[in-house]
């Protein structure tokens, strides 16, 4: 079943908890939900801007490694230091029996990399503004083509960000 499918049949947005919640209790959250089960949860850090907004978007995650895990997806992983953390898929890199995920945050221009014992979940889908905001599913298209330009322009960024940084100034 298409994670789009189930997300649609499992989470009314309307009622949905969303509270910042502590990064500890996220895994047992995820957990308890299960594989087939959808946690909505408020953005917290700015490392995914644009894309998600600090405290602004609630993003709707899964438990476990997806299925497939393609360059481009979401995932949310562990690092050495027991911190959860949001990043996207770069590059996924394929040593002996290892698979290794790249990943790089939407506002940084650094990546790191990871193994997939430290995948906690993924994203499914998101709203920008809250409730609100039209839900945003990441098998949608239109997602797609948005993340592939943006990975794109990963080069310059660092100068995207200067600029918009230069306009919200002169307002």
Known sequence: ????????????????????????????????????GVLPLVC??????????????ILYLRYGKPAAVASGDVLLFKRTDGTPVLHRVLRII??????????????????????ETQIIGYVVGYRRNGTGDKLVQTSDRFYKLRV????????????????HAMIRIKK
């Open 1 to 36: 079943m298409k994670a789009s499918q189930v997300y649609k049949d499992r989470i009314d947005p309307k009622r949905a908890d969303e509270k910042i919640l502590d990064p500890r209790k996220l895994e047992a959250l995820l957990q308890t939900i299960g594989p087939e």
């Open 44 to 57: 917290s850090g700015s490392s995914m801007t644009p894309t998600f907004r600090n405290n602004r978007t």
């Open 94 to 115: 394929r040593r002996n029996s290892r698979t290794l995920y790249e990943m790089n945050g939407d506002a940084q221009n650094w990546t790191e990399t990871i193994e």
């Open 148 to 163: 592939r330009l943006w990975r794109i322009l990963m080069p310059v960024r660092p100068l995207l960000f200067q600029l």
